[in-house]
C-alpha cells in the first residue's frame, strides 16, 4: 500500500516557476504508475500529468502541455512536476496519485488508489 506526501507548494507571480515533489513509502514503488491532479474552488478535481513505472512514458492535460514536466526517480521513491509559466489558472491544490500494484498511467480519477492530502499552488496575476 502506497502512502504519499507531497511538498512544494506556494504562493508565485505568473509567468513564474514552483517544483512539485511527492515522497511514496514502501518497497513497491517502482510497480505504481503516478499522476497528479488537481482542484480548484468549486471544481472537480482534474488530471494534469501522469508517468508509467518506468517514466518512459508520460502523458499531460493540454493546458500544460509544454509548461509541465513529470519525471519520477525510482531509487528515490519519488515523482516531482516540474511547473513554468505559471498562469493564475494554475491555481488548485494539486495531488499526487499511484495506480497500482502494476498499474498503468493513466487520465482518470479513479483509476488511482492511493493518493496524498495535496499541496497549495497559487499564482497571482
Known amino acids: 500500500q502506497a502512502q504519499l506526501v507531497e511538498s512544494g507548494g506556494g504562493s508565485v507571480q505568473a509567468g513564474g516557476s514552483l517544483r512539485l515533489s511527492c515522497a511514496a513509502s514502501g518497497r513497491s514503488f517502482v510497480t505504481y504508475a503516478m499522476g497528479w491532479f488537481r482542484q480548484a474552488p468549486g471544481k472537480e478535481r482534474e488530471f494534469v500529468a501522469t508517468?508509467?513505472?518506468?517514466?518512459?512514458?508520460?502523458d499531460y492535460v493540454d493546458s500544460v502541455k509544454g509548461r509541465f514536466t513529470i519525471s519520477r526517480d525510482n531509487a528515490k521513491n519519488t515523482v516531482s512536476l516540474q511547473m513554468n509559466s505559471l498562469k493564475p489558472e494554475d491555481t488548485a491544490v494539486y495531488y499526487c496519485a499511484a495506480n497500482g500494484p502494476y498499474g498503468i498511467r493513466s487520465t482518470r480519477v479513479y483509476d488511482y488508489a492511493f493518493w496524498g492530502q495535496g499541496t497549495q499552488v497559487t499564482v497571482s496575476s
Open positions: 508517468i508509467n513505472r518506468s517514466g518512459t512514458g508520460t
